[in-house]
């Protein structure tokens, strides 16, 4: 298993963290094709995680911004901001 730098492995699973939270929230809203769209994002997250390569930062803020461009009159949170210069929370 080839892991991430610690802080790039924190602030990918505070983005996990934050955005199954907001796939809760559209579940029991009912927007199903945006939670649907949400999870689509979210699924390949950990796999990049486990087989940490160069250029997966990169595909993984790629397709949170693609997400984000596709709804964001609808989403409260953009999560690839978190992968940036925006700090993560130590605790969440």
């Known amino acids: 298993m080839n892991l991430p ?3 790039v492995l924190h602030r990918v699973l505070y983005v996990l963290h934050v955005a ?6 559209l579940a029991k809203a009912g927007k199903t094709e945006q939670a649907y769209e949400l ?3 979210l699924e390949n997250l950990p796999g990049f995680l486990v ?3 160069d250029g997966n930062l990169e595909k ?6 693609a997400y984000h461009a596709k709804y964001s009159k609808t989403c409260w949170c953009e999560y690839a901001k ?3 210069d925006e700090p993560a929370p130590d605790r969440f």
């Open 60 to 65: 993984i803020k790629s397709q949170l911004e």
């Open 82 to 84: 978190y992968l940036g």
């Open 39 to 41: 999870g689509d994002t």
């Open 51 to 53: 087989q940490w390569e």
């Open 5 to 7: 730098p610690e802080t």
């Open 20 to 25: 199954l939270s907001d796939l809760r929230y």
